[in-house]
């Protein structure tokens, strides 16, 4: 057996963001990291999801920001994204939301399309936060 964990494994979980609807968490932070599971545009106070690919990046991003915010982090502390398009043709005005989100220093971040991504749902995405 290694060295005893110094910091304990803490699910993060937050209802200013759509819940988890499987055997997984909202995020969980690992020492000085949070790992934070997909996303997708969901309004938690309608129950709907935004419509067309503005509306939604903004609404993913604001329930990324609720999970972080829930994790003792912000926007400005994630270090790496992948987003998931369901139609590569909206990635530039998604390019365009995402960046009015992180003006500063930009994540990493890899765009992938994801043709299995949930009905209705054109862009999802999942973070890393460094809190260090």
Same mark, same amino acid.
Request: hydrophobic fraction near 45%; proline fraction near 8%; charge should be neutral.
């Given at each position: 057996m290694g060295p005893a964990m110094s910091q304990p494994i803490e699910v993060i979980a937050t209802s200013d963001a759509p819940p988890a609807i499987g055997p997984y968490? &909202? =995020?969980i932070r690992a020492g000085d990291f949070v790992f934070v599971s997909g996303q997708i545009a969901v309004n938690v106070r309608t129950g709907k999801l935004a419509e067309g +690919?503005? =509306?939604? $990046? #903004? &609404?993913? %991003?604001?329930n990324l920001r609720a999970v972080l915010t829930a994790a003792g982090a912000s926007l400005a502390q994630v270090v790496k994204v992948t987003i998931f398009l369901a139609r590569w043709e909206d990635f530039t005005p998604m390019n365009e939301v995402y960046a $009015?989100?992180?003006?500063? #220093? =930009? /994540?990493? #971040?890899a765009v992938v399309?994801? /043709? #299995? +991504? /949930?009905? *209705? $749902?054109?862009? *999802? %995405?999942?973070a890393i936060a460094y809190l260090g």
């Amino acid at each position: 057996m290694g060295p005893a964990m110094s910091q304990p494994i803490e699910v993060i979980a937050t209802s200013d963001a759509p819940p988890a609807i499987g055997p997984y968490s &909202q =995020a969980i932070r690992a020492g000085d990291f949070v790992f934070v599971s997909g996303q997708i545009a969901v309004n938690v106070r309608t129950g709907k999801l935004a419509e067309g +690919i503005e =509306a939604q $990046t #903004r &609404q993913v %991003l604001d329930n990324l920001r609720a999970v972080l915010t829930a994790a003792g982090a912000s926007l400005a502390q994630v270090v790496k994204v992948t987003i998931f398009l369901a139609r590569w043709e909206d990635f530039t005005p998604m390019n365009e939301v995402y960046a $009015t989100y992180f003006p500063g #220093r =930009a /994540p990493a #971040r890899a765009v992938v399309q994801g /043709p #299995r +991504i /949930p009905e *209705g $749902t054109l862009v *999802g %995405l999942e973070a890393i936060a460094y809190l260090g």
